[in-house]
């Protein structure tokens, strides 16, 4: 499957099933558009029409082209054949290893943020933290089930997993005690909303966090129209200096600035640039989830401004990289050559079998997004999962599961998508959140779009980038390499 | 040359 589109000056085809990505003119890009619909000679005869007055369009040229063309297609990167949907439907017979837990750690907050899907942290049931011995549990039943895993990851979240600090840190250590007799490496990841970041707290998080991520909405009239705290009264001036403190002591170790983007900031672009400006350079921001009903909620209307807002960003990101003060975004940090296997793209984020959230008291559920609800209870780390009807509902939830994603050129970039967007969206986990999907798409656009003004920036120094990791040069397009 | 490929196994 080849998708062509157009953006920033550059036109790029895309051949979703190799990965390969090509930078081509635009009379490259309409003999492209019509090599799978026309013969030769018909292709040839329609371009010399179009492109008439073109001294360097001549019929040699264009049959040039289409042997460029052909070449490609023969090597497998262009129309390269979708071989991977059997293998999808084989996840069922895979082993039942668990790899990651999101741990709940305290189902409460000192925020009160209006459009909060844990609903003050609460997640629609009483307020409750984490004891160490359930968190000790968890670990172990990770350890359990995790077979010849070795990386496993612990997320801390909430709620507000500062709230419940002191167990944080203790179970930090008991799993570092645990590395060595069970050949184990634990990476932790820590979701705050900062209010109660100190010293201790950034130096422990600076030395046994693989990852921070810092909820900050971006200005301060945005932020601090949502996330206020129990009187109303907004925390971006509480929070904004400790992120800075924290992120400035962090050194070189992974951190992001996570915003959440409502109806009321669709313009999100200035909050992004505004992050930057208060020099976090590691950022992201995601649409709000919420019932359509919510005065939050984007709308249809909204949806063709945000497509604009996305690419506002790329042109921006470029422009500020020249100017040597680059920042990146969570989604455009696509890697081309050395992305996920195969395995990973149909599989996703592997909710409900390989990640599953524990709850303070215990409780399993596929993911954060889907605590609470009983439908999705799926045991506890006592018993391990029973509801084993739901774990199967997740292992068929792949980027293969849906009729309408047959045809589409993003679903081994998004792996089906969220399950629990779609969920939301539409009821069930393996319906379709259309605009997530619009968003999406935009943003691996943009994505691919940043990756080639890279590579023609490097180009234009003198710098060649490697096609392939490993690889050969494929400058010939037969992926052989060549005598020199 | 109109098309240039910028990378690419799955």
Request: glycine residues 8%.
């Amino acid at each position: 499957m080849v998708h062509q589109y157009k953006l920033n000056g550059y036109d790029i085809v895309l051949d979703t099933c190799s990965g390969s990505v090509h930078l081509v003119d635009d009379v490259a890009y309409d003999a492209i558009a019509l090599y799978p619909e026309k013969p030769r000679e018909e292709i040839v005869a329609e371009l010399l029409q179009k492109y008439t007055g073109r001294p360097d369009v001549t019929a040699a040229d264009l049959e040039q082209c289409l042997d460029d063309i052909a070449a490609l297609k023969a090597a497998g990167k262009l129309w390269s054949p979708d071989v991977y949907e059997e293998m999808a439907f084989d996840f069922k017979n895979r082993s039942n290893v668990v790899k990651a837990l999101c741990l709940h750690v305290a189902h409460t907050c000192n925020l009160n943020c209006s459009y909060c899907f844990a609903a003050q942290g609460r997640y629609q049931g009483e307020r409750a933290l984490m004891s160490l011995e359930v968190g000790k549990r968890a670990m172990e039943f990770l350890i359990e089930h995790s077979g010849t895993r070795r990386n496993l990851e612990v997320d801390f979240f909430g709620g507000e997993p500062l709230m419940n600090w002191q167990m944080v840190k203790d179970l930090v250590a008991y799993c570092r005690s645990r590395e060595k007799e069970t050949g184990k490496n634990f990476r932790f990841t820590l979701t705050t909303n900062g209010m109660l970041i100190d010293d201790d707290v950034i130096d422990f998080c600076n030395r046994e966090m693989s990852n921070v991520v810092l909820s900050l909405d971006g200005r301060r009239e945005v932020h601090d129209r949502l996330r206020v705290d129990y009187a109303g009264r907004g925390s971006y001036d509480a929070i904004v200096p400790k992120f800075q403190k924290l992120v400035k002591a962090r050194g070189d170790k992974n951190y992001y600035i996570r915003g959440t983007y409502t109806h009321a900031n669709t313009d999100f672009t200035n909050d992004i640039f505004h992050m930057a400006d208060l020099g976090f350079t590691e950022l992201s921001m995601e649409p709000v989830v919420s019932k359509p009903d919510d005065p939050c909620a984007l709308t249809q209307e909204d949806l063709p401004v945000l497509l604009e807002q996305y690419e506002i960003l790329a042109k921006e990101m470029i422009r500020r990289r020249r100017e040597g003060r680059p920042f990146t975004f969570y989604h455009y940090m696509i890697d081309l050559t050395g992305g996920p296997c195969i395995y990973k793209r149909i599989a996703g984020c592997g909710s409900g079998t390989e990640y599953m959230a524990v709850t303070p008291w215990g409780d399993l559920y596929p993911c954060h997004q889907f605590v609470g609800d009983p439908k999705y209870l799926l045991g506890d780390i006592w018993k391990g999962v029973t509801n084993t009807a739901a774990q199967d509902e997740f292992r068929h939830c792949n980027a293969y599961a849906r009729p309408e994603c047959k045809d589409c050129w993003a679903k081994l970039y998004c792996s089906g998508g969220c399950a629990a967007n779609a969920y939301h969206a539409t009821g069930s986990i393996s319906g379709v959140y259309e605009y997530g999907c619009e968003l999406f798409k935009k943003r691996m656009e943009c994505a691919i779009m940043l990756k080639v003004a890279e590579n023609q920036d490097l180009a234009a120094q003198g710098v060649e980038v490697p096609l392939e990791l490993g690889g050969a040069c494929t400058a010939c397009a037969d992926g052989e390499g060549c005598a020199e | 040359e109109r098309i240039k490929t910028i990378a690419t196994d799955l």
